[in-house]
T-cell receptor, first 113, second 113 residues
Framework: QQQVKQSPQSLIVQKGGISIINCAYENTAFDYFPWYQQFPGKGPALLIAIRPDVSEKKEGRFTISFNKSAKQFSLHIMDSQPGDSATYFCAASSSNTGNQFYFGTGTSLTVIP | SAVISQKPSRDICQRGTSLTIQCQVDSQVTMMFWYRQQPGQSLTLIATANQGSEATYESGFVIDKFPISRPNLTFSTLTVSNMSPEDSSIYLC??????????FGQGTRLTVV
């Protein structure tokens, strides 16, 4: 059972455009929602994260929008650059899950110059 | 943050053989996790390895196939035993001292021929 659902599976965006990746979860006990970025041949690295007490968090060109009632959150990449081309994973965790993270299925982002 | 070194970074193995993947962390950590990432798919948790106790395996993964050692607080190994082509995947080591901090090694890309 996939605890975190992610879409789309792949995304192609023109340079300068906005990339949007969506995730949904079911377990209301989750209280930490990170996004990870993975380049080929590398392990995932934390990009940005949010807690459910805020609706938005912005770090540079990256923004997480969080809708607690809908149990959905999304990553927005503004002014997308070719260097942003990577696989992005959303995740969820909880203080009740023994430090275990539940990952979405991943989105392969390609930014075309 | 924790720095995780994984070895080997890649390997091509004959079916029926075994491969041991090493994970070294630059600090002492209680909880280590092993994931499998199949091409274009999400991170699937294989097992949780805590120092001083037996590893806890997720559904679909068994100790005979994926034995894990955790001899101290900075090191762990995962063995993929009696390999078949279906075991071809990326294997990732991760540490998470809290439910808000998960760090990954660069992964081991395994190809079974």
């Amino acid at each position: 059972q996939q605890q975190v659902k992610q879409s789309p599976q792949s995304l192609i965006v023109q340079k300068g455009g906005i990339s949007i990746i969506n995730c949904a979860y079911e377990n209301t006990a989750f209280d930490y929602f990170p996004w990870y970025q993975q380049f080929p041949g590398k392990g995932p690295a934390l990009l940005i994260a949010i807690r459910p007490d805020v609706s938005e968090k912005k770090e540079g060109r990256f923004t997480i929008s969080f809708n607690k009632s809908a149990k959905q959150f999304s990553l927005h990449i503004m002014d997308s650059q070719p260097g942003d081309s990577a696989t992005y994973f959303c995740a969820a965790s909880s203080s009740n899950t023994g430090n275990q993270f539940y990952f979405g299925t991943g989105t392969s982002l390609t930014v075309i110059p | 943050s924790a720095v995780i070194s994984q070895k080997p970074s890649r390997d091509i193995c004959q079916r029926g053989t075994s491969l041991t993947i090493q994970c070294q962390v630059d600090s002492q950590v209680t909880m280590m996790f092993w994931y499998r990432q199949q091409p274009g798919q999400s991170l699937t948790l294989i097992a949780t390895a805590n120092q001083g106790s037996e590893a806890t395996y997720e559904s679909g993964f068994v100790i005979d196939k994926f034995p894990i050692s955790r001899p101290n607080l900075t090191f762990s190994t995962l063995t993929v035993s009696n390999m078949s082509p279906e075991d071809s995947s990326i294997y990732l080591c991760s540490v998470a001292e809290t439910y808000t901090e998960a760090f990954f090694g660069q992964g081991t890309r395994l190809t079974v021929v």
